[in-house]
């Protein structure tokens, strides 16, 4: 999808934007803005669908990661942008690469960026990628298998709101909350127009409060805003949870009589939760066990400058489990440092605590060590295994991830239930609306989002496109390539 928007009626200078994917689908975000021959990309992410598949048909990676970048582009599964991937010789570089935050739907492709690309990210975005290619490799969330060569940090400061020049263009990054830290969107100004890009973000995490700052100085009167909308078309939380806090009192009222070890999903990479599942833990007077990729992210984003108390080995409540298969991707005093000197300590330990214990759980250990049947009188049963009914299952993520495993199934066969306690990571329906009304964009395009119709709700002029379609109004074109 292509939106142009005229500049400079009388040298007929445009403001092309281009949106490679995300105009009618959640995942994959990549956005290409050309002015005056120079571009810049926001985002380069890894589709979760398939492109060109059937609703609800997963993109799978292994089966592409063999071929080259031409035949990812020919097959549009790299977006199409000349000077931007390495072995390409297709013309000048791009002026700039922005990542807004750590999520591979918005990064995964970063690893293909050739060498004299500046590639604009915060710290912490960059802590999660490291930790991300280390622990899971780049068949997972790295395509291309490298980090970008050429990197220019926004710390966590001030510095998010000062106005960079990149060429022709002015970037102002804004800090936004999200599930993933060191998120921001980003204001990009061209020719005397403005585009806001919202990224991801919510307002009911750790740092909510951006949210009300980017709407009293974010940008006004912008003449396009690219708005996700991931959580449109979704019905309410059945559950009535709408933030952080709820999701502490959710997780106290379950965990509080401590029958059962609590085994909680959660993503290591989401800041949030994990301070929300220490908080309970120390509340209730519980050990929370996690594994040392965990803490290694969590020490990550502690030596990035993230705000706020970071939990991790060193907290007296918080242990680090026996595994051996990370301990092994770590350098001795980095295990020392992320275990706060005190090691790690075996599943065993955490199964004689358990009614005192809040497990980050992890599929593969879940199989592996909690068998199907208790043997009588045996607290442990053959081979280091567990009897499955010590377990209460908590998800606290999004459900779609839960639906593509068969943990769903595992749990029915065992006469398990997972008792949900999740609010989402992006914004609910009334927040979208304020951004709308905060910044009265001229225009307001889609992304990130399968429910595109639903942004007529809103108070803007809203841009849907098919892809045949081609408007214009009065000086300004909007069509769609």
Not at 14 to 42: A, Y
Not at 452 to 476: D, I, M, T
């Amino acid at each position: 999808m292509r939106v142009d928007i005229l500049l400079n009626p009388e040298t007929n200078k445009k403001l092309f934007v281009t949106i490679h994917r995300g105009s009618d689908q959640i995942g994959g975000s990549c956005v290409e803005i050309e002015h005056d021959g120079v571009r810049i990309v926001l985002d380069l992410g890894m589709p979760l669908s398939k492109p060109g598949g059937l609703p609800g048909e997963q993109f799978e990676w292994d089966k592409w990661k063999v071929k080259g970048v031409g035949e990812l582009m020919q097959a549009r599964i790299l977006p199409k942008i000349p000077g931007l991937y390495r072995g390409i010789e297709d013309g000048p570089p791009v002026a700039a690469l922005i990542i807004t935050h750590a999520h591979g739907d918005h990064y995964g492709f970063a690893g293909f960026v050739r060498d004299d690309v500046p590639v604009y990210l915060t710290a912490g975005t960059r802590a999660l990628m490291e930790a991300s290619l280390l622990f899971l490799g780049p068949d997972r969330l790295l395509a291309g298998g490298t980090m970008p060569k050429r990197l220019e940090m926004i710390a966590h400061t001030n510095d998010h709101w000062r106005p960079r020049k990149v060429n022709l263009f002015t970037l102002r990054f804004h800090p936004v909350d999200h599930s993933a830290p060191g998120a921001m969107a980003v204001e990009v100004q061209a020719g005397g127009k403005t585009v806001f890009y919202s990224g991801d973000f919510r307002a009911g995490g750790y740092y909510g409060k951006l949210f009300p700052h980017l709407l009293k100085h974010g940008p006004k009167h912008v003449d396009l805003l690219l708005m996700e909308g991931t959580t449109l078309g979704r019905g309410e939380d059945p559950a009535g949870l709408h933030d952080e806090a709820d999701v502490h009192s959710a997780l106290v009222t379950e965990l509080k009589d401590k029958k059962n070890l609590g085994c909680v999903f959660a993503s290591s990479q989401n800041l949030d939760r994990i301070r929300v599942i220490s908080d309970v833990a120390a509340e209730l007077g519980m050990t929370f066990y996690i594994a040392p990729y965990t803490a290694y992210v969590l020490h990550l984003l502690a030596h990035a400058g993230i705000r706020g108390q970071i939990p991790g080995g060193n907290v007296k409540h918080i242990r680090i489990l026996e595994d051996r298969s990370h301990e092994a991707k770590l350098a001795p005093e980095t295990l020392h440092d992320i275990t706060g000197g005190r090691g790690t300590v075996k599943l065993r330990e955490m199964m004689q605590n358990r009614s005192k214990a809040i497990w980050l759980g992890r599929e593969y250990l879940l199989k592996r060590f909690f068998r199907d049947k208790a043997l009588d009188g045996d607290e442990v049963g053959r081979g280091g295994s567990y009897p499955f009914t010590s377990l209460r299952l908590i998800w606290s993520m999004w459900k779609g991830y839960r639906d593509r495993s068969d943990l769903a199934e595992w749990a029915k066969k065992r006469g398990l239930k997972w008792k949900d306690i999740h609010v989402s990571g992006h914004a609910s329906r009334s927040d979208l609306a304020k951004l709308v009304d905060a910044m009265t964009p001229k225009f307001l395009v889609p992304i990130h989002t399968e429910w595109p119709a639903e942004y007529r709700q809103f108070h803007a002029k809203l841009r849907e496109f098919s892809r045949s379609e081609e408007r214009r109004v009065g000086k300004e074109c909007v069509s769609t390539c």
